[in-house]
């Protein structure tokens, strides 16, 4: 079992059922279409996306955060394509998504820099990456995320990760997060809205 398999066999849903914030007030800049959701764990956001008309796949290496995910999205009466995969492997393809969503999908370095480059490939014309993320500081606050530098990211990382993409919105700042159990307090994030030429 995996360290997110532990972390989603608890009976609640750890990161809540709400979507993320950032997402909910800026989905709307994403084209209507195909919309790819990184590190979905229990589907609160691919949930909700679906629910807004947007046709969802869902992808993570949880297959017990991916069982949540689907009895949520039956539970919601939404249909969404869930896919086990490791992103390592997951081949995003090329221009097939008026959306991808990346939130709180924290990768080793190496592992990120190829995500975020099969991101610009993926996207279609005028199609929109969202991301919001845990900065380094985050460390100092120890109020959700991984707890080493090298998961983190910053506004250069991803200036530099997603050469190709049209930044609409790409910032460093502070704010409250409360989703769920491991995601509460106030916190350091990047964010991110760009879009694809």
């Known amino acids: 079992m995996t360290k997110w398999d ?10 809540g059922k709400e979507p993320n914030d950032f997402l909910r007030q800026h989905y709307q800049v994403i084209p209507k279409g195909k919309v790819l ?7 609160r956001n691919a949930v909700f996306l679906a629910s807004q008309g947007y046709t969802v796949t869902a992808v993570d290496n949880s297959s017990v955060g991916l069982k949540k995910a ?9 249909s969404i394509d869930f896919i086990h995969a490791d992103l390592a492997e997951y081949d995003i ?6 959306g991808i969503v990346s939130i709180f ?42 707890p080493t530098e090298d ?12 050469t190709g993409l049209q930044f609409l919105h790409l910032q460093e700042t502070e ?23």
Not at 37 to 42: H, S, T, V
Not at 70 to 78: L, R, Y
Not at 181 to 192: D, F, K, N, P, W
């Open 6 to 15: 532990e972390r989603y066999k608890a009976e609640e849903y750890i990161y």
């Open 37 to 43: 959701c990184l590190a979905e764990g229990e589907g």
């Open 175 to 197: 704010r409250e997060v409360v989703e769920g159990t491991y995601h509460t307090g106030h916190a350091a994030i990047v964010q991110v809205l760009a879009k694809k030429p």
């Open 105 to 146: 999908c924290h990768l080793p370095k190496p592992l990120r820099k190829d995500a975020h480059s099969k991101v610009v490939q993926g996207l279609k014309s005028n199609g929109i990456f969202l991301l919001e993320a845990y900065t380094p500081a985050q460390l100092e606050f120890g109020t959700g995320g991984p």
């Open 151 to 162: 998961l983190l990211m910053t506004a250069d990382a991803l200036d530099q990760d997603l």
């Open 70 to 78: 689907k009895e949520f999205a039956a539970e919601k009466g939404v």
């Open 93 to 98: 393809g090329s221009n097939q998504w008026d």
